[in-house]
């Protein structure tokens, strides 16, 4: 008898590793698994209009929450955190400023990723509330390009982060993404990582919707140990802390 496929929708974050993760929990159980990543409101949306999903990893609590409250899921449980960083191109102007004076020159162009569509672009958006709430000369969220993560948005090449694709690119100057890429980033010669103070961060929960009873034991891979390792390995913060 064929073992039935799992299918997974994921934040696109969440593909450096989930990639390895799935691959390593089918050679374990003989399950097969098909991911399909994209921003989580838009997945959320594919799932509601009937798409099959079995597992759906959000990069926030919301959109697993609003599965759960419709009854298209039957449990939610968060698996890993993430942080944000600024991203900026490397030059003679922005080598030795800090995050705060690179957001408040207004000839960099800053880019974000699209509220409401991806969690990223609603925890930057937050961030920037907070930025520009002590700060409001900076005009951040009206100076902020939507520019990935969207229902019309550029799409990313394969292989490619965002982040430093869309500098290289000459498509913006600053870019407030997630921090778990920075590991990814740290030994580029182009492009500055720059963490962001505590005071503004927000706190990025990501969290799992089981929509079926075959999705249970990948869901109890993914927040056991080696799923764990799995995330913490792709610079997540995971469920114990680290």
Request: aromatic share 8%; glycine share 8%; hydrophobic share 45%.
């Amino acid at each position: 008898m064929m073992t039935t496929i799992l299918h997974v929708l994921a934040a696109g974050s969440l593909k450096r590793a989930f990639i390895p993760l799935c691959q390593h929990f089918s050679q374990q159980t003989g399950i097969p698994v098909s991911v399909d990543f994209g921003p989580a409101g838009l997945l959320r949306e594919r799932i509601e209009a009937g798409e099959r999903c079995d597992l759906f990893a959000s990069a926030n609590t919301q959109h697993p929450q609003t599965l759960l409250a419709n009854g298209r899921a039957q449990a939610a449980a968060t698996f890993a955190f993430n942080r944000l960083n600024l991203t900026a191109r490397k030059t003679a102007q922005t080598e030795n400023a800090d995050w705060l004076s690179l957001l408040a020159n207004p000839a960099l162009r800053l880019g974000t990723s699209t509220p409401g569509c991806d969690p990223s672009g609603d925890y930057t958006f937050d961030l920037l509330a907070r930025v520009e709430a002590e700060y409001p000369d900076m005009a951040l969220t009206a100076r902020a390009n939507r520019l990935v993560g969207g229902r019309d948005s550029l799409i990313v090449p394969a292989g490619e982060i965002a982040s430093a694709w869309l500098i290289r690119q000459n498509l913006t100057d600053l870019f407030i993404g997630y921090a778990h890429y920075a590991q990814a980033l740290e030994h580029t010669d182009d492009l500055r990582i720059l963490a962001l103070p505590e005071a503004y961060q927000t706190r990025c929960e990501y969290q799992l919707a089981r929509l079926s009873d075959a999705a249970q034991p990948l869901e109890q891979f993914i927040v056991g140990s080696v799923g764990q390792a799995f995330l913490r390995e792709a610079g997540f913060l995971t469920l114990n802390g680290k």
